[in-house]
């Protein structure tokens, strides 16, 4: 299956319901359409992190989305935290988490219930099947 490394916390307002992250900005756009495993990856700075925090916590209008932006960092990077489906590439779009030159449509999340330590790559990378398969 396919994977998309994405770094926190935008990972994490992805397959969150109550954030709902509906696009993926990229530089390059992408033909693939389907169910793509949501890969989170290891690569943070803190500072960076915090200012996309309150760049969600504009966009949603709350006063603040996670109380501890940690608790969702360290423990999940390099890991396969969920999957989501890509029904479309855009170069425009009303969805306020549009802001890239390319936008990956996102549907239908699915947050898994145990994090699957697995190496990222740039780009779509393949996941064996026997990765997914819980212990």
């Given at each position: 299956?396919?994977?998309l490394s994405?770094?926190?916390?935008?990972?994490w307002?992805?397959?969150?319901p109550t954030?709902?992250?509906?696009?993926?900005n990229?530089?390059w756009?992408?033909?693939f359409?389907?169910?793509?495993?949501?890969?989170?990856g290891?690569?943070y700075k803190?500072?960076e992190?915090m200012?996309?925090?309150?760049?969600?916590?504009?966009i949603?209008k709350?006063?603040?989305?996670?109380?501890?932006?940690?608790?969702?960092?360290?423990?999940?990077?390099?890991?396969?935290v969920g999957?989501?489906e890509i029904?479309?590439c855009?170069?425009?779009?009303r969805?306020?988490?549009?802001f890239?030159?390319y936008?990956?449509?996102?549907?239908?999340?699915?947050a898994f219930?145990?994090?699957i330590?697995f190496?990222g790559?740039l780009?779509?990378?393949?996941?064996?099947d026997?990765?997914?398969?819980y212990?």
């Amino acid at each position: 299956m396919k994977a998309l490394s994405i770094r926190a916390p935008w990972w994490w307002a992805i397959i969150t319901p109550t954030i709902g992250k509906d696009i993926e900005n990229r530089d390059w756009r992408t033909n693939f359409r389907g169910r793509v495993l949501i890969h989170a990856g290891k690569w943070y700075k803190d500072l960076e992190v915090m200012d996309d925090l309150w760049t969600i916590q504009r966009i949603l209008k709350v006063d603040d989305p996670t109380k501890d932006h940690a608790k969702f960092l360290k423990p999940f990077g390099g890991c396969i935290v969920g999957s989501v489906e890509i029904v479309d590439c855009v170069t425009e779009s009303r969805s306020p988490w549009f802001f890239g030159k390319y936008g990956f449509v996102l549907k239908n999340p699915v947050a898994f219930d145990k994090a699957i330590q697995f190496k990222g790559a740039l780009g779509f990378f393949e996941v064996p099947d026997e990765v997914l398969k819980y212990e």
